[in-house]
């Protein structure tokens, strides 16, 4: 059975910087892409970045240069660095897999 299980949220002032991270079970982990999305209220969940099964990562456009993707295939867990963070990236995140979720953490930047 497949398991996402994120950690790290919290609330930070804008300007800091947190670690999200994702443990996953019940897949071959190093042969799979995973992904970070995130959901800010009233809005759709969107994709803030990817991290190939080779190491080839992607972002969106309004997190590049201050989130970094990384992902450590001994402890099945994908990280999110995220750094200068904005009021703006104030969502719940959540990890994926394929059509997987887990279960989302929040991340709340004051100003």
């Known amino acids: 059975q497949v398991q996402l299980v994120e950690s790290g949220g919290g609330l930070v002032q804008a300007g800091g910087s947190l670690r999200l991270s994702c443990a996953a079970s019940?897949?071959?982990?190093?042969?799979?892409?995973m992904a970070w999305y995130r959901q800010a209220p009233g809005k759709q969940r969107d994709l803030v970045a990817t991290?190939?099964?080779?190491?080839?990562?992607n972002y969106a456009d309004s997190v590049k240069g201050r989130f970094t993707i990384s992902r450590d295939n001994v402890k099945n867990t994908v990280y999110l660095q995220m750094n200068s963070l904005k009021p703006e990236d104030t969502a719940v995140y959540y990890c994926?897999?394929?059509?997987?979720w887990g279960q989302g953490t929040q991340v709340t930047v004051s100003s």
């Open positions: 994926k897999y394929n059509s997987w």
């Open positions: 019940g897949i071959i982990f190093r042969v799979n892409t």
């Open positions: 991290i190939s099964s080779a190491g080839s990562t």
